[in-house]
């Protein structure tokens, strides 16, 4: 019998107190039955600590498995004790009673196995974090030159990240929803296995999406909204960067060059 309403998992990673006191205090502000728990692939001990003062459960002692790989633990461990199970990241603020409305899109519409809201910037200004399915020279090209490219191949850098979908004011179909924030039925969840373990780090918001929407729709619900200080590691570090790379070569090699099949459909979701 589930226990919760939602349980989410936070993988961290020595991340500031701060971000998490202020990640937390968001979550809990609902009034649905939710547990949250941080996997810490860093054993940091503050994280610990303020795990121990906000009644949130705290799991490590497995290194640094990676994002996927941690989420999966928390999977694993309770995704059957919950309706519904939230991805999320240690740099996102819930705002607008966002929990509360996204269970009840997803209560009115079982066939939905997967979505996410409105993503906003800090500065209020709208955060293209959805996307289409990726081709090679889209995904290098938006990571590495992008400032380099001619206009016609802009355009299509920004199809890519759905802008000729706005006004984003109604619900989409979409083919891939951003990894720092996935609103999953767990059921769903469990039956596509959680993330595959092959990324250590980036795409695997792409794999996890395309594997969900072979049991429905994932839709981005853009009537409620979080904000996400998005961090863009891979354009700070050489080592970053080289784990983007391997992602890419994996999803690439697993999934092929294809974006035009069903999973690749942008379309208004009717309710």
């Known amino acids: ?21 202020e990640l937390q ?9 939710v547990k949250l728990v941080f996997i810490d692939n860093s054993t ?4 610990k600590e303020l795990a121990k003062k906000k009644n949130i459960t705290y799991i490590s002692g497995h290194g640094n498995v990676g994002f996927g790989s941690g989420h999966n633990i928390g999977i694993n461990k309770y995704a059957k004790d919950a309706k519904y199970f939230l991805i999320l990241n240690p740099d996102v603020i819930i705002e607008d009673d966002c929990l509360l409305k996204l269970k009840n899109f997803m209560d009115a519409n079982l066939e939905v196995p997967l979505c996410t809201p409105l993503i906003l910037n800090p500065d209020r200004s709208i955060q293209f974090v959805n996307k289409r399915l990726p081709t090679i020279p889209i995904f290098f090209a938006r990571r590495f030159f992008s400032k380099l490219l001619g206009e016609k191949f802009k355009q299509e850098l920004e199809r890519f990240i759905l802008t000729d979908q706005l006004p984003f004011n109604k619900p989409l179909v979409i083919p891939v929803i951003t990894g720092c924030f996935m609103f999953f039925r767990s059921e769903s969840l469990l039956k596509i296995k959680g993330f595959d373990e092959g990324f250590f780090l980036y ?7 395309r594997r969900a929407s072979k049991l429905g729709p ?22 970053q960067l080289w784990i983007t790379i391997q992602s890419a070569y994996h999803y690439f090699v697993k999934w092929g060059l294809r974006v035009d099949g069903p999973d690749s459909i942008v379309k208004p979701y009717n309710e």
């Not at 205090?25 to 039955?33: R, V």
């Not at 994932?218 to 200080?229: C, D, G, L, S």
């Open 44 to 47: 940091n001990s503050a994280i």
């Open 218 to 239: 994932n839709v981005f619900y853009p009537n409620t909204q979080i904000v996400h200080q998005w961090a863009r590691a891979p354009h700070k570090s050489i080592k």
């Open 1 to 21: 019998m589930e226990k919760f309403d939602l349980i989410a998992t936070v993988v961290t990673f020595n991340n500031p107190i701060k971000m998490l006191d």
């Open 25 to 33: 205090e968001s979550f809990f502000n609902t009034s649905l039955k």
């Open 203 to 209: 795409l695997e918001d792409f794999d996890i999406s």
